[in-house]
């Protein structure tokens, strides 16, 4: 009977027979840790954050508390090991620095939801209009001269700033504070600003998703 190698033994004779795959680079997946231990918590609870600031203007989301508290209840959720909650609440005010530091108010906050931890934060997105005229050249098919010419170039520009903040529920203590940001532009007369803002949400969502799960990173590393 033909006896097989063990897996080592075996990776290491394929590398020897076949030389040409060393210094090949390869793909792999490693585990990256959960920036936040939530040790034995079991319910997060998610509150509208605050609107720091959204520019008056046909871009308006009113209900911008909502679909953010709503895609971070779904996202957060999908794969954290905790029962993720929507929670309203009444700030007593609306500066980020103030609200960060009101120990008093959170703990409140995590009697009432009988929530384990709090998910929190503030909120700035704006869409600005950067539409103009800009100078480009051309090669006349007449006379095969270079012409310039200015012409309208349409463009919107969506941008997204968030301060996250997660606190514990039962002393109401600040345990993680990060700000996330992310712009796009988008090319034309218009965009709907909830396009726009999921937009900018899906390229943000691994780093919230990060906050309370493990995840992966591929990376590349060559073969010795």
């Known amino acids: 009977m033909r006896q097989r190698l063990p897996f080592p033994t075996a990776l290491l004779a394929a590398t020897l027979v076949f030389p040409a795959l060393a210094g090949e680079p390869v793909r ?7 920036r936040l231990d939530i040790g034995d918590a079991q319910r997060l609870a998610v509150v509208p954050f605050v609107v720091v600031q ?10 911008l508390e909502r679909e953010l508290q709503r895609y971070l209840v779904r996202t957060v959720g999908r794969d954290a090991r905790l ?3 929507p929670f309203w609440i009444d700030p007593p005010t609306s500066d980020p620095e103030t609200l960060a530091t009101n120990d008093a108010f959170w703990q409140a906050v995590g009697e009432r939801s009988n929530a384990d931890l709090i998910l929190a934060g503030a909120v700035d997105f704006d869409l600005h209009d950067r539409s103009g005229y800009v100078t480009r050249a051309f090669v006349s098919e007449h006379d095969g001269r270079t012409y310039h010419s200015q012409v309208l170039v349409e463009e919107t ?4 700033d968030l301060l996250i903040w997660v606190f514990e529920a039962r002393s109401g203590r600040l345990l993680l504070a990060d700000n996330l940001k992310d712009f796009r532009a988008f090319h034309g007369e218009s965009i709907d600003p909830l396009t726009g803002l999921f937009s900018n949400l899906a390229r943000l969502e691994d780093r919230l998703r990060g906050i309370f799960s493990q995840r992966t990173m591929r990376v590349e590393r060559l073969l010795q």
């Open 54 to 63: 959204q520019e008056e203007s046909a871009f308006g989301l009113p209900e």
């Open 28 to 34: 792999i997946e490693l585990p990256v840790r959960a």
């Open 83 to 85: 029962r993720v909650e």
């Open 157 to 160: 520009g969506v941008e997204l």
